[in-house]
């Protein structure tokens, strides 16, 4: 439970401008100095710390370390006049060095921890082939669309498709040369989705697109331009393959995330069967019932391209 709490908060803390983080750690720097001032006694290292700690969080070593040197200042300053102590006395000093290091310490390990943290979900939440999102951060993303769509009534378009021939190139070529053919075809998606699109890689050679906001001909061009482009990185690269899409328009009525990834499989492997390298979609939900797309397989014996 105390696991899921500052989980929560890091990432509330984390959702807030920078620009208001770095103002509340100021206030409590000077509440926390205001506060020594007027007791006259040492405040606990913790209190200086917060802001401190607060700033690193948020924002990195590069303004954590400052924010610590003002930390400090502000420490001995108001232990100087609170305790009528001399600037001249080696304690003061003593104190500042000492203070100074430790705050240092906490900069330098909470940053590094934030780090590690970043780069763990980032791993958890990508492929680490291509770089595109996994199976995990897909669902959860359409999950997101498809409750959209149930409040608005927004179309959005799911798709699935792999690629055709795989397992030739890994038998023919090796599998380096089906690997650089899945990061080509993932390279090839991102560079023509929108930045509000997400492509995915499920596993193997299954890959999964989600345009929010997007169904009809809008749909049908989108894909189209991200199978083409595909196609042109596998003619460069020599490789005797090809992409089979299915996809499926939605406005969120009756459906659910899985469903709609089986309808889009089924639909992909309907285009296997009648040839490969093609597109096929349909529309359900409120506007069920809509257009089916597909683009003509390549001629018996014909390279796909």
């Known amino acids: 439970m105390m696991t899921s709490f500052f989980a929560r908060l890091a990432a509330f803390i984390e959702a807030q401008p920078r620009s208001r983080v770095l103002f509340v750690?100021?206030?409590?720097?000077?509440?926390?100095?205001?506060?020594?001032?007027?007791?006259?006694?040492?405040?606990?290292?913790?209190?200086?710390?917060?802001?401190?700690?607060?700033?690193t969080w948020v924002m990195g070593r590069k303004a954590g370390l400052p924010f610590a040197v003002?930390?400090?200042?502000?420490?001995?300053?108001?232990?100087?006049?609170?305790?009528?102590?001399?600037?001249?006395?080696?304690?003061?000093?003593?104190?500042?060095?000492?203070?100074?290091?430790?705050?240092?310490?906490?900069?330098?390990?909470?940053?590094?921890?934030?780090?590690?943290?970043e780069v763990e979900q980032r791993l958890a939440r990508s492929d680490p082939l291509t770089g595109l999102a996994n199976l995990r951060q897909f669902t959860e993303q359409a999950q997101f669309e498809l409750h959209r769509a149930r409040r608005t009534g927004t179309p959005f378009t799911l798709?699935?498709?792999?690629?055709?021939?795989?397992?030739?190139?890994?038998?023919?070529?090796?599998?380096?040369?089906?690997?650089?053919?899945?990061?080509?075809?993932?390279?090839?998606?991102?560079?023509?989705?929108?930045?509000?699109?997400?492509?995915?890689?499920?596993?193997?050679?299954?890959?999964?697109?989600?345009?929010?906001?997007?169904?009809?001909?809008?749909a049908d061009h989108a894909l189209q331009k991200g199978r083409q482009e595909a196609l042109a990185g596998i003619k460069e690269g020599g490789w005797p393959a090809s992409l089979s899409i299915g996809a499926v328009s939605c406005f969120g009525d009756h459906v659910d995330v899985d469903n709609l990834l089986r309808q889009a499989d089924a639909l992909m492997y309907e285009v296997k069967a009648a040839g490969k390298n093609g597109v096929s979609r349909v529309t359900v939900g409120t506007e069920s019932g809509g257009s089916v797309h597909r683009s003509p397989p390549p001629p018996k014996g014909a390279p796909p391209l």
């Not at 926390?32 to 006259?40: E, K, R």
């Not at 100087?80 to 330098?108: D, E, K, P």
């Not at 560079?191 to 492509?199: A, I, N, Y």
Request: net charge negative.
């Open 25 to 55: 750690s100021a206030l409590l720097l000077v509440g926390v100095g205001a506060l020594d001032m007027v007791t006259g006694q040492i405040v606990f290292l913790t209190f200086y710390a917060v802001p401190v700690a607060l700033t």
């Open 70 to 117: 003002a930390a400090i200042a502000v420490w001995t300053v108001t232990e100087h006049y609170s305790q009528h102590q001399t600037w001249a006395g080696g304690v003061i000093w003593w104190n500042c060095g000492m203070r100074l290091t430790f705050f240092v310490l906490v900069v330098v390990i909470l940053a590094a921890l934030h780090d590690t943290l």
């Open 159 to 218: 798709a699935s498709f792999d690629v055709d021939d795989l397992k030739v190139i890994n038998d023919g070529y090796g599998h380096a040369a089906g690997d650089a053919l899945l990061v080509s075809v993932a390279a090839a998606w991102r560079r023509v989705l929108r930045s509000t699109d997400l492509v995915a890689r499920l596993g193997g050679d299954e890959f999964a697109v989600l345009l929010p906001d997007t169904a009809g001909e809008a």
